[in-house]
């Protein structure tokens, strides 16, 4: 089964297990939507991007539906969609991770410096950000699962601190694009972008963001550490007398996560072509945005992989199209804050489907 | 039951304190081969403490426990449940947004043969389901038709099923349930009285703690009962009242003699 995030595969079985509840047929057209919608979390985030983008479509004409800005959407979405894919692992397990952004930029800022002033190669500066990242995940998985703080404080914590220590060891400093370019191209390679007609592909957005996407999607649905990951977030007493680590299973999920923020450093210098300390300062608002909009419940066990992609890619619909409309880029934020509201409501009318 | 029978789980002189209370003093516990061993005590007596000791989830100050003769010591609810022992709690400890099928081997999982289990660890759904539903129907819970289906679209009576399914499925020795009976109605409790019975026609012994006299009476070949913190009797429920064995436990009647020694 994959009823947590296979909306084909989860249809079909919801068909057969109509058998098993002899009062389907009693049920409201709004009831048996709430129940599709409850066995489809990734559904409602693609309908919206589905509608949105013709919508916008309709409302610019050619301009929009171009695939020059198309491309621009998922190359605008890149680095938020790779941190909220991270940070979706997380809010599965009911947690939280507000330092995301903050390991992104430290990460990103110890490749800069292992390469331009440690005069490291490339690869190994690239390394010691990784492992950067998932430092800075451990920490945080063994403060939520050992010393069993809430994740909201750790991270609340470790956000100043990883945030502090990237300041502090930078010195405040920039390392320009052209001696990255120079010393350790390695660093710009997600920013490399190849063509095919008018649409423009990153590596760093199309590349990385489906492939680290595909890859949470197979070990959350195809494995059991995915199975463990939704158990825990569910109920996790339960998850613990049913034989789970869960200290284990949670850890994991840090370090996981923090790799993940650190591939994200390494896409956004080659986004922003250089690495600053200053960079993706709202980079752990943006990622709970695209997470919560994508579907997932806050109350952790429900949501998947591909809802979040999708909430990304809303963000970046209605962030371009808004602009090219015109508008005070204002509206773009006020329309987030709304989305993001009738997102956990949504979530919260579907949650009552179980009850 | 005569001496000459070993009993499959058996426990002495356990001890357990919090702080300054006594939640176990010097208890004793047997469990023989293919018998419902009902325990039954006041609030406070302890008896869940007790149940705790044999599933793995708490750690006895002093006592030793046996199982099959042969000392264990359980620092988890995962080491009780590999030396054969399942707990069917009585919050279930099920995973409501999962299906049946991942419930039952959660924590145990399945992988695929060869490479793709091995390196990729990708899961053999199509042996977990095919299995859950083996032992689902074994058990008579042929009205759960998919084993797709998530937990939590399932009636009280029927979780329960799948927790006691998931237990007997996996059970080497002992089975522990923990007032399976507390949260149902009428007929649902039935069902799962029923159930109790088939796992016992299938031999293996199972511990049934409740509050339920008429439930305890209904399927317990002996009554276990917990006063203060100790098994002060065990009796036999057919030669017992219910009122009687209530009144052993709240004290208000001196335990049988031959009780003790049952």
Request: aromatic share 6%; net charge positive; proline share 4%.
């Amino acid at each position: 089964m994959s009823r947590v995030s296979d909306p084909e595969k989860t249809a079909a079985s919801d068909a057969a297990g109509a058998i098993a509840s002899p009062d389907a047929n009693r049920h409201t057209p709004a009831q048996r939507l709430q129940h599709f919608l409850h066995a489809n979390p990734a559904a409602v985030p693609m309908i919206v991007v589905a509608v949105s983008a013709v919508v916008f479509a309709a409302a610019i004409g050619p301009k929009f539906y171009s695939a020059f800005t198309l491309t621009l959407i998922l190359q605008q979405v890149a680095i938020t969609g790779i941190v909220s894919a991270g940070q979706t692992l997380i809010i599965l397990t009911a947690g939280i991770d507000l330092s995301v952004g903050a390991i992104m930029v430290l990460s990103s800022v110890v490749m800069g410096q292992f390469a331009i002033h440690y005069g490291v190669p490339g690869f190994l500066a690239v390394i010691a950000g990784l492992a950067a990242g998932g430092l800075c995940g451990l920490i945080n998985g063994l403060l939520v699962s050992r010393v069993k703080l809430p994740p909201f404080i750790v991270t609340l914590g470790t956000w100043s601190i990883f945030g502090a220590i990237t300041f502090i060891y930078s010195g405040n400093e920039t390392v320009r694009s052209q001696e990255i370019d120079q010393t350790a191209p390695i660093l710009h390679v997600f920013g490399n972008a190849f063509h095919i007609g008018h649409a423009v592909f990153t590596y760093g957005g199309v590349i990385l963001m489906l492939v680290i996407s595909a890859l949470l999607w197979y070990a959350l649905n195809k494995t059991a550490w995915g199975r463990h990951v939704y158990a825990v977030g569910d109920d996790k007493q339960a998850a613990m007398l049913a034989g789970i680590r869960t200290g284990r299973v949670l850890v994991s999920v840090y370090v996981v996560t923090g790799l993940i923020c650190a591939l994200a450093g390494w896409a956004l210098i080659g986004r922003i072509g250089s690495v600053s300390p200053q960079a993706g300062q709202l980079e752990n608002i943006n990622a709970i945005t695209a997470v919560v909009i994508g579907g997932t419940s806050l109350f952790g066990g429900r949501g998947s992989i591909l809802g979040t992609l999708f909430g990304a890619l809303i963000v970046g619909v209605f962030s371009l199209g808004l602009r090219l409309l015109g508008t005070d880029p204002q509206w773009t934020q006020l329309t987030v804050g709304a989305l993001i509201i009738i997102a956990v409501a949504t979530d919260q009318w579907i949650r009552r489907a179980s009850a | 039951m005569t001496t000459t029978i070993q009993p499959i789980l058996a426990a002495r002189g356990l001890t357990k304190h919090y702080g300054r209370v006594t939640a176990l003093d010097h208890s004793d516990f047997d469990l023989y081969p293919g018998e419902v061993l009902a325990v039954i005590g006041d609030n406070g007596a302890g008896k869940s403490t007790l149940i705790k000791t044999l599933s793995g989830t708490v750690v006895p100050d002093s006592g030793d426990i046996r199982l099959d003769g042969q000392p264990v010591q359980f620092a988890s609810p995962i080491q009780a449940r590999d030396a054969g022992i399942e707990t069917v709690y009585q919050t279930l400890a099920l995973s409501p947004a999962l299906s049946i099928a991942d419930n039952l081997f959660l924590g145990r999982e399945l992988r695929r043969k060869g490479m793709l289990g091995k390196v990729l660890r990708m899961l053999d759904r199509q042996a977990m389901e095919t299995f859950a539903r083996e032992k689902l129907s074994e058990l008579g819970l042929l009205t759960i038709q998919n084993i797709g289906q998530a937990v939590e679209t399932l009636s009280g009576g029927q979780r329960q099923g799948v927790a006691v399914a998931r237990a007997a499925a996996f059970a080497a020795k002992v089975i522990i349930m923990d007032e399976p009976t507390a949260a149902l109605g009428v007929k649902e409790s039935n069902r799962v009285l029923d159930l109790i019975r088939e796992v016992k026609g299938r031999g293996l012994p199972i511990v049934l703690i409740s509050h339920n006299m008429p439930h305890v009476f209904d399927v317990a070949d002996r009554i276990h009962i917990h006063r203060l913190g100790r098994r002060i009797a065990v009796v036999d429920p057919k030669t017992i009242s219910p009122s009687d064995a209530v009144a052993i436990m709240t004290g208000a009647k001196a335990p049988p003699e031959a009780g003790l020694a049952a």
